[in-house]
């Protein structure tokens, strides 16, 4: 069992930078596939960012690449999203999510065994 805790959001100007946390619980999170959805009022759950159990692989949303980076540090049992160059159209809120096998990849298209409560980030234009 793990569980997900988000923190991070908040209200940003367009432009500006935030960095998400998911700090996860259990002893087996080095050995999960970890990655962030969103989801903005009125649209379905789309993937954002994913990172392979030792943070080696990275994959992203084409709607963000280049702008945020997702990293991990299994020592302290946190994912990390930063975000960069925000936009309105990032306003959501942004979701943890862990599988405990996989590659990077197969979290944008794969089952989710986890999912963290959520944080909204919000980005004024």
């Not at 946190?78 to 979701?95: C, G, H, I, R, W």
């Amino acid at each position: 069992q793990v569980q997900l805790v988000e923190s991070g959001g908040g209200l940003v100007q367009a432009g500006g930078s935030l960095r998400l946390s998911c700090a996860a619980s259990g002893r087996t999170f080095s050995s999960y596939v970890m990655g962030w959805f969103r989801q903005a009022p009125g649209k379905e759950r789309e993937f954002v960012a994913a990172i392979s159990w030792s943070g080696g692989t990275t994959y992203y949303a084409d709607s963000v690449k280049g702008r945020f980076t997702i990293s991990r540090d299994n020592a302290v049992n946190t994912v990390y999203l930063q975000m960069n160059s925000l936009k309105p159209e990032d306003t959501a809120v942004y979701y943890c999510a862990a599988r405990p096998a996989g590659t990077a990849r197969s979290v944008a298209t794969g089952a989710i065994d986890y999912w963290g409560q959520g944080t909204q980030v919000t980005v004024s234009s």
